[in-house]
């Protein structure tokens, strides 16, 4: 895997400045490196050119993308993925607007990442890319912040910066372009305390926390991304008081390996899943909105279940649901100081909820592999399911899946199987389709030892094609699903009798596609088409490095997967 940096372009950078000085973009690309932004994305144009350069001089990696969209999903899943800062860089004005899908999606999920945008000097009022970035920016929910002055620079880039770590923003940094190239004094390396605080509960909540827990005897654990970092801790007052545990989409694979772990909750559980979590008499939210996704709507909540959610954001507690209590806290800190009052009661080592015939029927029955198919498939067309399951045991278990938005998405999101918590990326939180391939490409970059592999279907794979040619220049090893039933098939299905003309396309060689870009290109309509796709393993294993693999998955139509009618209930 490969990215455009030239770190021996510093000494060359050394030079220029004895010869014409330090400016603002010099001291920008180094502050940001000193406070540890790990990559950048972006499309390089005339009003972001010397802040990119900066970074990259400053050794912060770089990768050109083919559109502003792309680079901002990309940076958002390295940032979800890596746990360090992902950075775009865009031009002013038709730059920042292309990244604006991105940049929302990634304001809607609290990922820390940084914006870094050009904007047209305060004077140049009829300036073509004038518009008014900082309302755009506040439109979708980032912080739109700015650099004012060569004397402010290194305060503006650190507090943008910690407002992105410490509030768990998307900060989009303005920088007008006369700014960026104004004279500016050389700073010393930056150094500030940018890691997030970690709240720990009151007293009261842990006690009052606890004594709930005490009464419970079928509780469930349903950890979210607030609840990621915090995995051991969850699990082992799980195991203390005989919780089940499971998790939000954007959490899947937190509990992988634990005999009592369940899976996704929400639209995308198995029936065993789903019943389980609906049998519970007690549901604690780690870190987990307990939204309709999650909880299907209230369903999965038992009349007499009670509620308690776990959150160091005081709006997220009961935003979404009344709960009977809800904790302000940090989820790791919780866990143990709730875990230490329950011990000191002597209430520990319950079986609870975790019987010998609920590991059974767990074991049996909540993962979809295990669910009997019915297969659907057709002499031209492979049933999904089918496909799924077949690639799950094809592909190396040590792999970073991610997800674009379609009627498919169930299919990869429950059917392949990931390590752990950061071996599944799930950029869903805008709802759109089309973000798939980059939050794959920007994945990869953070987990580099792993496969990335992509879910997506025809209309969002075709919509983001051209990052295609970025995964190829990047070398990155990519093994794209792409379900192709030549249709916004969500649509199709939810629309029934209407007239499908406007959501329905001609079919589309999507593998001869991805060879002109320089993939490989395999169609698949039976799993006896998959021989090429072992072949690509064995180059891949031996190897180490391998071109993106791009599967046209010619799938039967399902008559609208299991989970669409949730999706369309929350419109």
């Known amino acids: 895997?490969?990215?455009?940096?030239?770190?021996?372009?510093?000494?060359?950078?050394?030079?220029?400045?004895?010869?014409?000085?330090?400016?603002?973009?010099?001291?920008?690309?180094?502050?940001?490196?000193?406070?540890?932004?790990?990559?950048?994305?972006?499309?390089?144009?005339?009003?972001?050119?010397?802040?990119?350069?900066?970074?990259?001089?400053?050794?912060?990696?770089?990768t050109a993308t083919r559109h502003e969209g792309g680079a901002a999903t990309m940076a958002d899943a390295y940032s979800r993925m890596s746990g360090r800062v992902g950075v775009?860089?865009?031009?002013?004005?038709?730059?920042?607007?292309?990244?604006?899908?991105?940049?929302?999606?990634?304001?809607?999920?609290?990922?820390?990442?940084?914006?870094?945008?050009?904007?047209?000097?305060?004077?140049?009022?009829?300036?073509?890319?004038?518009?008014?970035?900082?309302?755009?920016?506040?439109?979708?929910?980032?912080?739109?912040d700015r650099v004012y002055s060569a004397q402010t620079v290194v305060a503006d880039i650190t507090?943008?910066?910690r407002s992105a770590v410490v509030r768990r923003r998307t900060v989009v940094l303005n920088v007008a372009i006369d700014i960026a190239a104004a004279p500016a004094a050389v700073a010393g390396p930056i150094e500030a305390a940018v890691a997030p605080a970690r709240v720990r509960p009151d007293a009261v909540s842990v006690a009052r926390f606890a004594e709930v827990l005490r009464d419970a005897r079928k509780p469930v654990f349903v950890a979210g991304r607030g609840g990621r970092a915090a995995g051991p801790a969850i699990a082992e007052l799980a195991r203390a008081r005989g919780a089940l545990?499971?998790?939000?989409?954007?959490?899947?694979?937190?509990?992988?390996?634990?005999?009592?772990?369940?899976?996704?909750?929400?639209?995308?559980?198995?029936?065993?899943?789903?019943?389980?979590?609906?049998?519970?008499?007690?549901?604690?939210?780690w870190g987990c909105a307990l939204n309709d996704w999650t909880m299907r709507h209230g369903r999965l909540i038992g009349p007499e279940t009670a509620i308690v959610q776990v959150d160091d954001d005081i709006e997220a507690i009961g935003a979404h649901r009344p709960v009977d209590l809800g904790v302000l806290g940090d989820c790791g800190l919780t866990a143990q100081d709730v875990l230490a009052a329950i011990r000191a009661s002597g209430a520990v080592d319950v079986t609870g909820y975790r019987t010998a015939d609920i590991a059974a029927r767990i074991a049996k029955s909540s993962r979809w592999q295990?669910?009997?198919?019915?297969?659907?498939?057709?002499?031209?067309?492979?049933?999904?399911?089918?496909?799924?399951?077949?690639?799950?045991?094809?592909?190396p278990p040590e792999r970073i899946v991610s997800i674009d938005s379609g009627n498919f998405m169930g299919y990869p999101a429950t059917h392949l199987s990931?390590?752990?918590?950061?071996?599944?990326?799930?950029?869903?939180?805008?709802?759109?389709?089309?973000?798939?391939?980059?939050?794959?490409?920007?994945?990869?970059?953070?987990?580099?030892?792993?496969?990335?592999?992509l879910g997506a279907g025809d209309g969002g794979f075709l919509m983001a094609v051209?990052?295609?040619?970025?995964?190829?220049?990047?070398?990155?090893?990519?093994?794209?699903?792409?379900?192709?039933?030549?249709?916004?098939?969500?649509?199709?299905?939810?629309?029934?009798?209407?007239?499908?003309?406007?959501?329905?396309?001609?079919?589309?060689?999507?593998?001869?596609i991805a060879a002109g870009f320089g993939a490989t290109g395999v169609t698949v309509r039976s799993v006896r088409?998959?021989?090429?796709?072992?072949?690509?393993?064995?180059?891949?294993?031996?190897?180490?490095?391998?071109?993106?693999?791009?599967?046209?998955?010619?799938?039967?139509?399902?008559?609208?997967?299991?989970?669409?009618?949730?999706?369309?209930?929350?419109?």
């Open 370 to 395: 295990d669910v009997p198919v019915d297969d659907i498939s057709t002499g031209d067309r492979i049933d999904p399911r089918v496909l799924t399951i077949a690639l799950d045991e094809i592909l």
């Open 529 to 571: 088409d998959l021989a090429p796709v072992r072949e690509w393993l064995d180059h891949y294993r031996r190897t180490g490095t391998a071109r993106p693999l791009v599967i046209d998955a010619k799938i039967a139509g399902d008559g609208g997967a299991w989970w669409l009618a949730e999706a369309f209930a929350g419109h």
């Open 159 to 161: 507090r943008a910066y």
């Open 466 to 512: 051209a990052e295609l040619e970025t995964a190829v220049r990047a070398e990155i090893p990519l093994v794209a699903i792409v379900y192709n039933d030549s249709a916004y098939g969500a649509e199709v299905h939810h629309f029934t009798g209407a007239d499908h003309a406007t959501v329905t396309f001609p079919e589309t060689d999507i593998a001869a």
């Open 1 to 62: 895997m490969t990215s455009a940096n030239r770190p021996d372009s510093i000494g060359q950078n050394t030079a220029r400045e004895r010869n014409h000085g330090p400016t603002v973009a010099d001291v920008l690309g180094r502050g940001l490196a000193d406070l540890g932004a790990g990559h950048v994305f972006g499309v390089v144009g005339s009003g972001n050119f010397v802040m990119t350069d900066a970074l990259r001089r400053a050794g912060v990696p770089f």
């Open 418 to 453: 990931v390590p752990d918590e950061f071996g599944f990326c799930f950029t869903q939180a805008f709802q759109s389709i089309g973000l798939g391939l980059h939050t794959a490409i920007g994945a990869a970059f953070a987990q580099p030892g792993r496969l990335p592999v």
């Open 88 to 144: 775009v860089s865009v031009h002013q004005g038709c730059g920042l607007t292309n990244a604006m899908t991105g940049i929302g999606e990634a304001a809607k999920s609290r990922t820390p990442m940084i914006v870094l945008t050009a904007d047209s000097p305060a004077a140049a009022l009829r300036s073509n890319f004038r518009i008014d970035q900082d309302a755009l920016v506040r439109s979708v929910g980032a912080v739109s």
């Open 245 to 285: 545990v499971a998790t939000s989409a954007v959490a899947n694979g937190l509990f992988t390996g634990d005999e009592f772990a369940l899976g996704i909750s929400g639209g995308f559980s198995s029936p065993a899943t789903a019943d389980l979590i609906a049998g519970a008499d007690l549901i604690v939210g």
